[in-house]
């Protein structure tokens, strides 16, 4: 009968340790998610940074090299308007 209370009184025991192994292995888990999602916080802001970084190194290297080159006409020559002696224009 004593065998078998400290059979019981184990494996009770060992059923605990058990369990207290799953919170563990539970804990680490959701620690380890959580570092990966930190992770993947990190990489996009590092992505968004660098991104933003090279639009602006960009658009500075175009404005400087606008500027450096000669002024350039945007818009269209103004037509001739200029009648001839027929009364049409040339």
Do not use: C, F, W
Request: charged letters at 30%.
């Amino acid at each position: 009968m004593e065998i078998q209370q400290e059979t019981l009184h184990l494996q009770a025991e060992k059923n605990l340790v058990a369990r207290e192994n799953e919170y563990i292995d539970r804990d680490l888990a959701q620690k380890s998610a959580d570092t990966d999602v930190t992770r993947s916080l990190a990489d996009s802001n590092r992505n968004l940074s660098l991104g933003m970084k090279t639009l602006l190194e960009k658009t500075g290297d175009a404005e400087v090299t606008q500027a450096a080159q000669p002024s350039v006409r945007t818009s269209a020559p103004p037509r001739d308007t200029t009648l001839t002696a027929d009364g049409s224009r040339q």
